[in-house]
């Protein structure tokens, strides 16, 4: 059995001292090379929490994460393992606003390449994103979604093997979310990075291949997307019509090969049968 690219063991936060507040509660998941996965949760449910326990950003209080079969509570070098093995993006981008989208590439950079290189590399990842045009402005001339394109290029700066990302849509509306998510998506498909999402946006989770459900510390639920007609049939299980169709034919079925014409007749039976046109 390989390794996971990250796992974490029984997991525990502990903040505050007087009144204790448990962020994390025993958390066990693992993560393989090359997956897309999205935390969802209410508010204060601990998904930053466990985002900066497997960024090496914060310990825990008890329990343990490994990345690339590296235990992070033994580390040596916090800094480069930040700088090579992770890139983060957060919901408020943290560009610098004194510099222009490819400097603010090139930050990560710094120390690790030469000028020349840190500028032909933040050339091809702003071109990669779809920034090519935008190189030399500064943030503040950029749309949120654009600004948070540069973000992406920089978390994947030095080429880490995750990226963690904290409600990266959180700032931007639909369309722009959307958008960055399908970015994601394409990165996850092209360079094999594997990425960790934090978002509370359902139509953003379902973009995704597992999402991991989180609720005062724990993970509560996971669910396995799939393809949208897998979603659909989930909720067909939960419409009458749609209990009725499965029962006469026994389980119709999780992993129903299906033609997308009758895909299209099985979505049309479904909103009729949840009520909608
Ligand atoms: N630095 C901190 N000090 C004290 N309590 C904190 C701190 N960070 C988070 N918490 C608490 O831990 C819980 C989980 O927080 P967080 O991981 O930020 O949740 P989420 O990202 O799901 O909204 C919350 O109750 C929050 O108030
Ligand atoms: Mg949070």
């Known amino acids: 059995m390989t390794e996971p690219l990250v796992r974490t063991v029984d997991l525990t936060r502990v903040y505050g001292d007087g009144a204790e507040i448990m962020a994390l509660d025993g958390v066990s998941i693992q993560v393989e090379a090359g997956e897309l996965v999205t935390v969802m949760g209410p508010s204060g449910s ?59 590439v090139e930050v990560p950079m710094m120390g690790q390449r030469s000028s020349h290189e840190r500028t032909k590399r933040a050339h091809e990842l702003l071109e990669m994103v779809d ?15 654009q600004r948070q394109r540069v973000a992406v290029a920089r978390a994947l700066a030095n080429n880490p093997p995750l990226i963690l990302a904290d409600e990266p849509t959180g700032s931007l509306d639909t369309s722009a ?35 991991l459900v989180m609720e005062d510390g724990r993970i509560v639920r996971e669910d396995d997307v799939g393809s949208p007609l897998e979603e659909d049939l989930r909720m067909w299980r939960h419409s009458e019509l749609g209990v009725r169709i499965l029962s006469r034919d026994g389980e119709l079925g ?15 039976l479904l909103r009729s049968a949840n009520g909608e046109s």
């Open 46 to 104: 601990g998904k930053s929490t466990l985002l900066n326990m497997i960024g090496a950003l914060d310990q825990p209080t008890s329990g343990k994460v490994y990345v690339g079969g590296q235990n992070l509570a033994e580390l040596k070098h916090v800094d480069s393992f930040r700088a090579e093995t992770v890139g983060f993006i957060f919901q408020l981008h943290n560009l610098l606003p004194t510099l222009t989208a490819r400097e603010n």
């Open 131 to 145: 920034l090519g045009d935008r190189m030399d402005h500064l943030p503040n001339q950029l749309s949120g979604g």
């Open 177 to 211: 979310g959307r958008a960055l998510m399908e970015l994601l998506k394409d990165l996850n498909a092209s360079q094999n990075t594997t990425f960790i999402v934090v978002t509370h946006d359902p139509a953003v989770a379902r973009l995704t291949n597992r999402v």
């Open 254 to 268: 999780r992993q129903l090969e299906i033609s997308p014409a009758q895909r299209e007749v099985l979505q049309q």
